[in-house]
């Protein structure tokens, strides 16, 4: 398991960004399961539907794609990289999610070759999934990052 802590050493990302909790389970280059609790005080709430407050989409793929993040950087700490997205394909939402919900993020290795990982990813809220799809990232040496 990967606590948050963790995952701030990990990932770039920070407050409002982080879109992982934790990583329940990793098998390194293969696949891990993370979880995103949605609570009513995410930013993006305030101005996604108000009165019917719904998890916007690009929301959901942002937290897949930190997940498949995280799983291609565990057996890269050393290297120093940053996981970019760097294309979503097939990816479709089937149901909406709320404020309470937890989204079960899990995430499969497609393929990886060079400096570029392909994952894909399922989303679940009470086992029902929410979003499917698949994620490309760039693995770029944090050294070129400006």
């Known amino acids: 398991m990967i606590q948050i802590r963790e995952i701030l050493n990990i990932l770039p990302h920070r407050y409002p960004f982080v879109m992982v909790d934790r990583i329940l389970e990793i098998e390194e280059d293969k696949r891990a399961v993370g979880i ?4 009513i005080n995410e930013p993006f709430f305030q101005g996604h539907f108000p009165g ?5 989409g690009v929301m959901i793929a942002e937290s ?3 997940v498949g993040g995280i799983m291609l950087m565990t057996s890269r700490k050393e290297e120093k990289l940053v996981p970019y997205l760097a294309g979503i394909q097939k ?3 089937k149901k909406p999610v709320y404020p309470g919900d937890t989204l079960y993020i899990e995430v499969e290795l497609i393929g990886k070759k060079g400096g570029m990982g392909k994952v894909s990813g399922t989303a679940k809220v009470d086992d029902e999934i929410v979003a499917v799809g698949e994620m490309l990232f760039a693995l770029v040496p944090e050294s070129e990052v400006k």
Not at 52 to 56: A, C, F, G, N, S
């Open 36 to 39: 995103k609790n949605v609570t």
């Open 64 to 66: 897949m794609a930190q």
């Open 91 to 93: 990816l479709r939402f």
């Open 52 to 56: 019917l407050p719904t998890m916007p």
